[in-house]
């Protein structure tokens, strides 16, 4: 249970949640005490102190105050920070997903903008319709991205003591966070894109989920367990060039700004590093998204083999003989507008929660 200063505050903090929940205490203490020891490990890292308290009773309602008013903040601000993201960026994301499966198979299929098929969008199935698959939306966010930045700053730290640093240590982190984070938050996300693009579907073959969990036991019901997976692969190419794009180009944006601009660390900085790392993200990650969301919105086969997409490659291949090359970047201007928002937000909530347990660290 000795604590150092040379740890990290996030370091610190995993610890602490770890020795809460903890089942193993030492003899010394009382069973009734086992709580009371993770909470006083929080309360060792406010104070700085390096010994332990011997008397629990008299500090255990500062103590356990204490932790869960920091626990519950935290909470609240990752929560909050979700919520607005999904809600503003949701139709943006929504209409992107329907110009990405629009003209599929068909190069001469007439190409509709951002406008124009929000517009038909609002006409056909009511302004309502902009927020289908809000749910799903919300549970890929809790998955996803709270998986892909928790792995990123243990890995990365990881690789640090390890010796090892450069923008390859970066990129590594950064991939392999993002892979972690595609797979927990896929099935949430086969949901978000089939609730999406049902509009498009005839009405016969509409799902018609009525939200994420519906939609997660229909499909298990429906198409099986692993259909939960389909075009898991894509997503992790897709998350892993997303998160590089992300977090390797946001560092590398914060030093390249601070060393050639005017620029201090601060708001003005994070928001301009996070519109650079979302340019990039969106660019390279493009490509990946249109196939996963061709595969992940596929219909079951009526026999084995006569699914349209076989895979990753045998996607990105049609996609390029039947609707040419830039086919692949369908949808990349709501794919910017929605990565724009939802980076600013990340990045700038990351950086002051960073510093807030920074803060409680010291």
Known sequence: LEITRKESSFSLFIRSITILYSKRTSNDFNAKFKCLLGVEVVKRIVLSSNSYWEDYQDVQLQ?????????????????FCLLIECKVTHPIDLIKVRMQIEGEGNASAKKSGMLQTGSHVVKSEGVASLYKGLSASLLRQATYTTVRFGLYLQIKDYLVKSGYSGIGMTVLSSML??????????PADVVLVRMQADGKLPVEQRRGYKNA?????????????????RGCIPNVYRAMLMTTGQLASYDLSKS??????????GFYLHVSASLMAAFVASVITNPADVIKTRIMNQQKASQPGQVVYKSSIDCALKIIQKEGPLG??????????RLGPQTILTFVFFEQYSKFWDYVAK
């Open 63 to 79: 103590s356990v105050n204490l932790f869960f008013s920091f626990f519950a903040f935290s909470l609240f601000l990752i929560q």
């Open 177 to 186: 966070a993002g892979a972690g984070g595609a797979i927990a938050g896929s």
């Open 213 to 229: 969990i519906d939609g997660l036991i229909k499909i298990v019901k429906n198409e099986g367990a692993m259909a939960l997976t």
């Open 256 to 265: 390249f700004l601070l060393k050639h601009t005017s620029l201090k660390d």
């Open 328 to 337: 692949l970047w369908k949808g990349f201007v709501p794919f910017f507008m």
